[in-house]
Structure formats: structure tokens, C-alpha cells
């Protein structure tokens, strides 16, 4: 594997055959793939992935799709920011190697998916209970992109924390041979978590949205301090988010490994918040230590 950024041309493919050409003469090469999935309008959180990807494989390949599956029927998919230009500067700029922009016919060929991965009762709260199919069309269009690619390793973002325990479940359930990195949430000067929904913010509710970090920062210093009942940690998270502008969705301290609430918080107690800033909805987590 290679850490240093090469002068390798960024390759730019839109189907599965030319995916899988490229994917071939790599195997060929003797050389390891990490991929990088993302829905594109990239931003240093995405970089952030790259990177740690570049020290983990040969070759970084990164897939670009805003994928329909995991849209409800009144969420953002038709606007959700996309730039394709602009994603494909930053890549070339961190070294990725090979970067897979399909439309959703090549995603989806044969129309309506029939078959679906379901994520069962680790899909059922928080996020899943909020956006219900959200991680069936999620765990879906993985599976899809792990069939295409055969990474080494695949990279995502501690930011959707529900979402990589329940790909790192799928893995493991499915026997699929590989290996899932989570890599550390990216955040702005002033503490907010990296997002692509982020350029929806008004000024106003950008400041507003510093609730939900704020919030996890004192149930963070809580636990720093000794306190270890869930329900005070709760409590903390609760009373960051009711504050006028926001509308809050959830505030959890669970198991990282079941995503079960805990009565008790303990060193890897996660701590997951959600909340609606005007039109966008953010999320964001903390893990104590």
C-alpha cells in the first residue's frame, strides 16, 4: 500500500463495464483497492476518507451517486447538492485514483430493485424509525457497490454512525470479504460536523445547528466528571437541542455495537443527535472516552 500521492492520472468512469476493466487491471497489478463511497458535493469530511483510505490500499476509488433508494417520497433528492466538476477537482487533489459517477439506470438496469437488503431491528430506531427505508435503499445500493468494486476495504464516516454499525452487520452477516473503516467526524472551526446538507443553512441557522454539538460537548463533560447515569447524559443532550429555531428528532446514548439505549454509560457509549435547522436535518454523535 502506498500513504504518498502519486502523479497517477484520476480516471473517470460512468459504467459497470469500464468499472470492472479498471477494477481487473488493478488485480492484475498485484495492487489492493480501498473504495470510498459517497453521494458526491464533496468536502474535507470526504477528504478525510480518501486519505485514510490512501494508507490503507494501492489504489483509491470512490463512487459518486445520489442514490433514489434511500430517499423518502418528501426528502431532499432533487435537491440535494450535487457538483460533479468540483468533486472531481478535490479527488485529483487527494490522489484518488479512480472515481465511479453511474447513473441511476446503470445502478438500477432492470428498473424497480426487486431485491433489497433489510437491516432489521438495528435499523429500526433513531434514523430508521425518523426515515423509514432509508437504510434498506442504503444497505441496498453497499451491497451493490461492494458486488462491482470487491474492495479490500471500504471507508465511511463516524458521522453516520448508525449507518456503519449496520454495514459493518451486513459484512459480517453476509460473509462479504471486506474489511470496513470508520474514520473520525471532520468538523468546521466553530465545532459543527461536516456535512454536504450544510450549504442549505441560512447564517441564522447555521448558528442555531451549533446546538447539537454544543449538547454532546456537556454530556462529553458530564461523563469527563464522573456521571454515569444515560439519563442525565439524555437530559443534557434534550435540553441543548429545545432551544427556539430547532426542532429536535432524537437524542440517544446507546451501545455502539447494538445501538440498544444504555442505563448506564461507560467508556464507547455513543451519544447521537438529530434535529431539524428550518428546512435541513442534521445529525451528529460523539463517542465517550
Request: glycine share 8%; no cysteine.
Amino acid at each position: 500500500m502506498s500513504m504518498a500521492v502519486d502523479a497517477r492520472p484520476l480516471q473517470l468512469v460512468h459504467g459497470r463495464a469500464d468499472l470492472r476493466a479498471a477494477i481487473a487491471a488493478a488485480r492484475d497489478a498485484g495492487e489492493t483497492v480501498a473504495l470510498v463511497p459517497t453521494m458526491g458535493f464533496l468536502h474535507a469530511g470526504h477528504m478525510s476518507l480518501v486519505d485514510r483510505a490512501r494508507e490503507l490500499a494501492d489504489r483509491v476509488m470512490m463512487s459518486i451517486f445520489v442514490n433514489p433508494l434511500q430517499f423518502g417520497p418528501s426528502e431532499d433528492l432533487d435537491r440535494y447538492p450535487r457538483d460533479l466538476d468540483g468533486d472531481l477537482e478535490l479527488a485529483r487533489e487527494h490522489g484518488v485514483d479512480l472515481v465511479f459517477a453511474p447513473s441511476a439506470a446503470e445502478m438500477y438496469p432492470h428498473g424497480a430493485q426487486q431485491v433489497m437488503v433489510e437491516p432489521g431491528p438495528l435499523g429500526s430506531r433513531m434514523e430508521g424509525a425518523i426515515r423509514p427505508g432509508h437504510f434498506s435503499g442504503m444497505l441496498t445500493v453497499v451491497a451493490k457497490l461492494f458486488g462491482l468494486f470487491m474492495p479490500d476495504v471500504a471507508v465511511f464516516g463516524q458521522k453516520d454512525f448508525q449507518q456503519a454499525t449496520l454495514i459493518r452487520r451486513m459484512v459480517g452477516d453476509l460473509n462479504i470479504p471486506v474489511r470496513v473503516e470508520v474514520a473520525p467526524i471532520v468538523r468546521e472551526a466553530d465545532g459543527l460536523a461536516m456535512s454536504s446538507r450544510n450549504v442549505y443553512l441560512s447564517v441564522e441557522e447555521r448558528e442555531r445547528a451549533l446546538a447539537l454539538h454544543r449538547g454532546l460537548q456537556r454530556a462529553d463533560a458530564l461523563f469527563a466528571g464522573g456521571e454515569r447515569d444515560a439519563a442525565v447524559l439524555r437530559q443534557a443532550l434534550w435540553a441543548a437541542l429545545r432551544v427556539p429555531g430547532i426542532e429536535p428528532e432524537y437524542a440517544e446514548a446507546v451501545n455502539p455495537d447494538t445501538l440498544e439505549p444504555v442505563t448506564a454509560a461507560a467508556p464507547g457509549t455513543v451519544l447521537l443527535v438529530a434535529a431539524r435547522v428550518g428546512g435541513t436535518r442534521l445529525i451528529d454523535n460523539a463517542v465517550l472516552f
